[in-house]
């Protein structure tokens, strides 16, 4: 597992998220606030597939987004780089045989099979521009050709490495990459890739 205490240079510092998680399991109320769900219902109705081999979600958080995604995927790999965290998603997960939560740091660990698709859910703006270097490479490795990638952020004030309407322009930047899909909402931009 790749270590969260060496991994400033690459995202967000780890600390910003445990503090998050002091005293709430939900912090962002993916399953209470009615723009989570309702972002995450149309974050799996833009995948152009009926379904996936292998998919790759890296920071699930508590899995809500997880739970969607598995009726779509053959099998799914989650990711979560807080302990906590992970053990309470891969329990929300757990009677989905086909969906594994893992403790691993995003971007420096992905799956080690192929993937066709990579669902980014506010999780790529955390990435520093050497996060987002590895993330490039990575993506380019393990993506297959065909594969399609999600991203969906929300686009108001952060003081995250990279503003959300930023990270649909990093991935226009992919040469490997074709957008296929877009929706602008007043407080997200959600976006599908096609790798060609």
């Known amino acids: 597992m790749a270590n969260a205490r060496g991994s400033h240079d690459l995202h967000h510092d780890p600390s ?26 149309l974050t ?14 890296p920071g699930c958080a508590n899995g809500a987004l997880t739970e969607l995604l598995q009726a779509r995927c053959d099998r799914l790999i989650a990711s979560e780089m807080l302990p906590a965290v992970a053990s309470r998603a891969a329990d929300r997960l757990r009677p989905h045989d ?12 992905w799956p080690e099979d192929s993937i066709d698709l990579l669902v980014l859910s506010e999780v790529a703006y955390y990435l520093t ?4 270097d590895l993330a490039r490479v990575r993506l380019a490795e393990n993506l297959e ?27 226009d930047g992919f040469d490997e990459l074709r957008r296929v899909t877009t929706l602008r909402d007043p407080s997200f931009e959600l976006a599908v890739w096609n790798r060609i």
């Not at 990638?149 to 930023?166: C, K, L, N, Q, W």
């Open 16 to 41: 910003y998220f445990r503090g998050m998680y002091e005293g709430d399991d939900d912090p962002w109320g993916f399953d209470r606030r009615w723009y989570e769900r309702r972002k995450f219902a």
């Open 44 to 57: 799996v109705a833009a995948l152009p597939r009926q379904r996936y081999r292998l998919a790759f979600e």
């Open 129 to 132: 521009p050497h996060g987002r």
């Open 98 to 109: 086909h969906v594994a939560v893992v403790r691993e740091v995003f971007p420096q660990w």
């Open 145 to 171: 050709v065909g594969g399609d990638v999600v991203s969906v952020h929300y686009t108001g004030e952060t003081d995250y490495p990279m503003r959300g309407s930023a990270v649909a322009i990093w991935l």
